[in-house]
T-cell receptor, first 109, second 114 residues
Framework: EPEVTQTPSHQVTQMGQEVILRCVPI?????FYWYRQILGQKVEFLVS????????KSEIFDDQFSVERPDGSNFTLKIRSTKLEDSAMYFC???????FGQGTRLTVV | AQSVTQLDSQVPVFEEAPVELRCNYS??????LFWYVQYPNQGLQLLLK??????LVESINGFEAEFNKSQTSFHLRKPSVHISDTAEYFC????????????FGTGTRLQVFP
């Protein structure tokens, strides 16, 4: 069964450092998304990506965030200068249907 | 704007009892509705979805949900729960296109006791 794969499963970083979260979406899917879930809270939409460009982004997705599909298979989320409040589980998803990866737990210290 | 309300943050139930997890949505456009399950320290697994057609949708593990447009609801039900059903359940809405972003509810923690 096809699945969305995310790496790493857990990343610890120091405040102010850059992090890149990686995702391999399902190969024949065309729409890709990033969501985040702060511990104990609901899942929030960050950004959607189609045809190699951002199709929609939320208020959370500010200038510190960026996404790209560098090689036609990977889909990455970069946080340029991490803050403590960026600590969360980050989920990649691809559609249709909307299937999620196992997530990357980002801990900013 | 769309929103999802899951009124019950926790639902305790004994094994083999029936359960209903409530989900209400708000949307000014046509919707697609989803239920996801999240086991501890795991990702989100698609449980079932309503896209169109029959308003009653079923999952492979005995859950079902019914889309009720007049009541703007998509409640999740199971006639007899197992210990292994203990998890967090999230209702989500998207639309008007099925590739639109998902808006999630706050989740319902289903705790099944022996």
């Amino acid at each position: 069964e096809p699945e969305v794969t995310q790496t790493p499963s857990h990343q610890v970083t120091q405040m102010g450092q850059e992090v890149i979260l990686r995702c391999v979406p399902i190969s024949n899917h065309l729409y890709f998304y990033w969501y985040r879930q702060i511990l104990g809270q609901k899942v929030e939409f960050l950004v959607s990506f189609y045809n190699n460009e951002i199709s929609e982004k939320s208020e959370i997705f500010d200038d510190q965030f960026s996404v790209e599909r560098p090689d036609g298979s990977n889909f990455t989320l970069k946080i340029r200068s991490t803050k403590l409040e960026d600590s969360a589980m980050y989920f990649c998803a691809s559609s249709e249907p909307t299937l999620f990866g196992q997530g990357t737990r980002l801990t900013v210290v | 704007a769309q929103s999802v309300t899951q009124l019950d943050s926790q639902v305790p139930v004994f094994e083999e009892a029936p359960v209903e997890l409530r989900c209400n949505y708000s949307s000014s456009v046509s919707v697609y509705l989803f239920w996801y399950v999240q086991y501890p320290n795991q990702g989100l697994q698609l449980l079932l979805k309503y896209l169109s057609g029959s308003t009653l949708v079923e999952s492979i593990n005995g859950f079902e949900a019914e889309f009720n447009k007049s009541q703007t609801s998509f409640h999740l039900r199971k006639p007899s729960v197992h210990i292994s059903d203990t998890a967090e359940y999230f209702c989500a809405v998207s639309g008007p296109y099925n590739t639109d972003k998902l808006i999630f509810g706050t989740g319902t923690r289903l705790q099944v006791f022996p």
